[in-house]
């Protein structure tokens, strides 16, 4: 189209579990999804987790020398 702009995906958000979920085909696709978004060179958003799901996006994510960016909310930190 003339006069528009077409932006490239730089970074997303990506919102799943610690935990690997009862069916494999969940595994493959966060590895995929991770490969895929740095294979792209786009960065990731994530929950921090470096178990389960969250664990596979992002370290299929970071092989590819991508930013790996994770968010940890304050409540899983605080002490009681």
């Known amino acids: 189209m003339e006069g528009s702009s077409i932006r490239t995906l730089e970074k997303i958000c990506v919102f799943c579990g610690a ?22 060179g786009i960065n990731l958003i994530y929950g921090g987790g470096s178990l389960g799901l969250m664990g596979c996006v992002s370290t299929a994510t970071a092989v590819h020398e991508r930013r790996v960016l994770g968010i940890v909310p304050s409540t899983f930190t605080e002490k009681n």
């Not at 935990?19 to 792209?40: C, I, M, P, T």
Request: no cysteine; aromatic share 10%.
């Open 19 to 40: 935990n690997y979920g009862k069916d494999e085909s969940y595994v493959k696709a966060a590895h995929r999804l991770g490969e895929v978004l740095g294979k792209k």
